[in-house]
């Protein structure tokens, strides 16, 4: 089972930090996090992936907790526009990636 | 670059009856997919093609058709739509999929309601 935990939704206020968490207890060795949003009547988009360290890109940093069981998405100033839902994915090989309910953010001005 | 296309973006079918829906994508990716979405809930593969010339069932398949017409586009086809397929329709590519690091581009939807 490819199953993430997320929390149904978070809040955030405007230009603060906000920190997604995602648990992925059954992962494997192999298994690398992907993390996607969807803004509001779009695709989703990609905004990170990561095997074991820590990554940083220009939308987000991810944090992976050492035994791997949990991830971060860290998005550092939240701005209106970061108002999406957010997917946290364990993708385990294959062309079948699972998407659950996600994380429903608000950022509120 | 355009992406992902998809065409149409709106469309209201009745019972029975047929359509296409097309995708194309102009990023050179060798793999493509068929998601849907209900509403409030995550993403669901329909169909997927590896490669151009391979097709294969995903997680809800059933109603559906697919073809990879050539490496940029990818057709799914409900041949005798049901209310239960009113969904959103997304369209997906990646470079090399399967990959444990592969990124999937989407496009941005096609919103389908069967009365």
């Known amino acids: 089972d490819a199953k993430t935990t997320q929390p149904n939704s978070m809040e955030s206020n405007e230009e603060e930090p906000v920190h997604l968490p995602c648990n992925h207890s059954?992962?494997?060795?192999?298994?690398?996090i992907h993390w996607y949003r969807q803004l509001p009547s779009q695709g989703p988009e990609y905004v990170i992936h990561g095997l074991t360290s820590n990554v940083n890109n220009r939308m987000a940093s991810l944090a992976i907790a050492e035994d791997r069981k949990s991830s971060t998405l860290i998005l550092h100033r939240a701005t209106l526009r970061d108002a999406a839902v957010y997917y946290c994915i364990r993708k385990t090989g294959g062309f079948k990636t699972i998407f659950g309910a996600g994380t429903r953010l608000f950022v509120k001005a | 670059n355009a992406g992902v296309t998809q065409t149409p973006k709106f469309q209201v079918l009745k019972t029975g009856q047929s359509m296409t829906l097309q995708c194309a994508q102009d990023?050179?990716?060798?793999?493509m997919y068929w998601y849907r979405q209900d509403p409030g809930m995550g993403l669901r593969l329909i169909y997927y093609?590896?490669?151009?010339?391979?097709?294969d069932k995903g997680e809800v398949p059933n109603g559906y058709n697919v073809s990879r017409l050539n490496k940029r586009e990818f057709s799914l086809r409900l041949e005798s739509a049901a209310p239960s397929q009113t969904s959103v329709y997304f369209c997906a590519s990646s470079e090399v999929g399967g990959l444990l690091y592969d990124e999937q581009f989407f496009g941005p939807g096609t919103r389908l309601t069967v009365l």
């Open positions: 059954t992962i494997s060795g192999t298994d690398y």
């Open positions: 093609s590896a490669s151009e010339g391979t097709t």
């Open positions: 990023m050179n990716h060798n793999s």
